[in-house]
């Protein structure tokens, strides 16, 4: 891809600097981590990294993960201390309850969280904020918010139980972290406050997931089946539907204008490849990498990817994602018995299959990251578009000024593609078109096009590190900061929620909405009328 080939010479490049780290208060937020798995973790290091709170506690079931965690934030190698592990969230629920009567008792406790990271299963999102409501806790929930529309609206009534007040009660967060990367943050700014192409009049905005990342996560591992988890749309590519909301439908900083609200939304999309009709014939009756005759030969062998040299194997030194998320262990495997050790173990692991005679349920409770890609049993799109379109929305004029009126309410487009077979891994890129120039995003800089001067001026965001461009790290830092406000400077939980987090727990729902609106329009091959299909589907269940 080569775009803008045809452009002027770039007239200015501006690089900008890193956001500094908050300065931590006198009583820093206190942080419980709620799953210790890759998210649990990456929100974790942000945490230490680049926030001022600190994290004081895990619940984790599994024991190994639970002490990997502390061990490497929390408590160091003098081990854990009462209240900073536990076996899961209803461990803790029971802990801080007594811990909360025994203060009220006068008795000496350990301190309490002031907020909770939900990092654990994506269909246990709803089961956790619900039980962990009654202890008034700040919540940041991992994405998405909840695998079911009904879910998604049960943990909004739950964070708001005097509705139609939506005054709220307690900072809460999603996990959307493309909101917070150094780079669409300016590249908002720049859409949204300096208006450096004018009105925007449409996005094509592709996520390229990666080959073989792809098979990782969607053919082989936790969220290849839409019956145990949800569609793809929603568990991958959620944040990518918000983000363009936040674009074109949110207003922009310090406005009072309502939200642009999208007209319609159509979809289609299917699984194209990762399927048996795709096997190659010499690959015959085989139904897993190790003992498959092509194996050597095929991109998608599960040898090539965990243990190989060329893409993120063991081969490569590395014992993170995704080698961790088959051997979670790898560190010790390979500290008992060296690159062996963790060769071994993770062999063991891909050698695991199942025949014909194995139960659906026991299939489906596991991943299966040794499993020939064209004979696993996923059914999640691996290609999908979202087309989401705006009509012409005006304000009350003011003097007759229509171009006031319609300032930012204007008719627009927006264009989703969400691809498995790509080089690049999660880099999203966006095009976006405007009345007065255009704009190429690629996750690490920022072309703009002047119409008007023939002017091109390229933006080169900080490049932080962690995770989705520094959005990881962006995000920890602006929830912590909102618990930080309300706990220590007195600020109001709605201040804090609209000043830091930047994000109203109906933008949460209204972007989770428009993905299952998408998938109902992919599913019966139509055009919904997205405002009708809100009021039939979102406003009549929340007035029950």
């Known amino acids: 891809m080569a775009p803008h080939a045809d452009s002027p010479a770039v007239n200015s490049i ?3 600097p890193a956001p500094p ?26 945490t230490g990294r680049s926030t001022n709170g600190v994290v004081v506690a895990v619940a984790e079931p599994i024991a190994y993960k639970r002490q990997q965690l502390g061990a490497r934030y929390i408590w160091g190698k003098s081990g854990p201390s009462e209240g900073q592990e536990f076996e899961d969230w209803k461990q803790f629920l029971a802990w801080e309850q007594e811990r909360r009567a025994k203060a009220a008792r006068g008795d000496n406790v350990p301190k309490g969280v002031d907020a909770a990271f939900i990092c654990v299963l ?39 139980p005097e509705l139609p007040n939506t005054a709220p009660s307690k900072i809460f967060s999603i996990g959307h972290v493309l909101r917070y990367s150094p780079h669409n943050m300016l590249l908002r700014k720049l859409l949204l ?26 053919v082989r591992g936790n969220w290849r089946r839409e019956s145990t988890t949800a569609p793809s749309l929603l568990t991958k590519s959620c944040h990518d539907i918000d983000v363009l909301l936040w674009l074109l439908c949110s207003p922009p900083p310090n406005s009072t204008r309502p939200a642009h609200i999208p007209t319609t939304v159509s979809s289609s999309g299917a699984l194209q490849y990762f399927n048996k009709s795709r096997k190659p014939t010499a690959a015959g009756n085989a139904t897993n990498c190790l003992s498959c005759p092509i194996e050597t030969s095929c991109k998608y062998s599960a040898k090539r990817i965990y243990l190989g040299p060329k893409l993120r194997g063991l081969y490569t030194g590395n014992k993170n994602w995704p080698v961790d998320i088959v051997v979670p262990d790898i560190e010790e495997c390979m500290h008992k018995g060296g690159l062996d050790g963790g060769e071994a173990a993770l062999t063991a692991k891909l050698a695991e299959d199942y025949d014909q005679n ?69 880099d ?53 900061l909102a618990v930080d406000a309300v706990k220590n400077h007195g600020t109001d939980v709605a201040e804090a929620q609209k000043a830091h987090v930047g994000c109203s727990l109906e933008e949460v729902i209204r ?30 269940t929340l007035m029950k």
């Open 122 to 160: 994506d269909e246990m999102h709803k089961e956790v904020i619900v039980g962990l409501a009654p202890l008034g806790l700040h919540i940041m929930c991992e994405k998405p918010l909840a695998t079911s529309l009904g879910d998604c609206l049960s943990i909004y009534k739950s964070l708001l």
């Open 428 to 480: 999203r890129y966006s095009h976006i078109y405007g009345a007065d120039g255009e704009i190429y995003a690629d996750s690490e800089t920022i072309t703009v096009e002047d119409f008007n001067t023939g002017a091109k001026k390229i933006y080169k965001p900080h490049m932080a590190g962690g995770g989705h461009g520094g959005g990881d790290d962006g995000l920890a830092r602006q929830f912590i």
């Open 358 to 426: 194995t139960p659906d349920s026991e299939i489906s409770a596991k991943n299966w990251f040794g499993r020939c890609v064209y004979e696993a049993d996923n059914d999640v799109c691996d290609d999908q578009v979202v087309t989401m379109t705006w009509d012409n929305d005006p304000l009350p004029k003011v003097n007759q000024d229509n171009e006031k009126a319609l300032a930012g309410r204007g008719a627009k487009t927006a264009v989703f593609h969400m691809v498995a077979h790509t080089k690049k891994i999660c």
């Open 14 to 16: 501006e690089r900008l």
């Open 511 to 540: 972007s989770h909405a428009m993905v299952f609106a998408a998938e109902e329009a992919r599913l019966g091959k139509k055009v919904l009328d997205f405002p009708e299909w809100w009021k039939r589907e979102v406003e009549a």
């Open 21 to 46: 780290r908050p300065a931590m208060s006198a009583s820093p937020p206190r942080i419980l981590i709620i799953g210790a798995g890759s998210r649990g973790n990456a929100y974790a290091r942000a």
């Open 193 to 218: 406050e300096d208006k450096v192409i004018g009105e925007i009049m449409s996005i094509n905005h592709t996520e390229p997931v990666g080959w073989w990342h792809f098979t990782h996560s969607y």
